[in-house]
C-alpha cells in the first residue's frame, strides 16, 4: 500500500496569526495560554460549543506526538508499511 502524502508545502503566517500551508488555514499560537487554536468553520457546531475555535495544550499535543512518533515519521527509505 502506498502511503505517500503527495507534495509537501511550507508553513507560513498570515496577519492574523494563523499558520498556514497549501491555502488551509491550520492554527494560531497562544503563547500567554501556551495553547494552540484551530479554527472549526461549521456553524451549529461552534454554536453548540459557544466559540468558532478549538483550543488544545499544546504540551498535550507534544506529549502525544513523542508517544506516536514511531507511527508518523519514517526512516529514510522507510515507505512506512
Known amino acids: 500500500m502506498d502511503r505517500s502524502i503527495g507534495r509537501l508545502f511550507v508553513p507560513s503566517v498570515g496577519r ?16 500567554d495560554r501556551h495553547t494552540i487554536q484551530f479554527w472549526d468553520g461549521d456553524c451549529r457546531r461552534a454554536l453548540r460549543r459557544g466559540s468558532p475555535f478549538i483550543e ?5 499535543l507534544c506529549e502525544m506526538l513523542q508517544d ?9 527509505g522507510d515507505n512506512g508499511c
Open 16 to 31: 492574523c496569526g494563523f499558520v498556514s500551508a497549501g491555502g488551509k488555514k491550520l492554527f494560531r499560537l497562544v503563547k
Open 68 to 76: 506516536e512518533v514511531g507511527e508518523i515519521f519514517y526512516e529514510e
Open 56 to 60: 488544545v495544550k499544546l504540551q498535550y
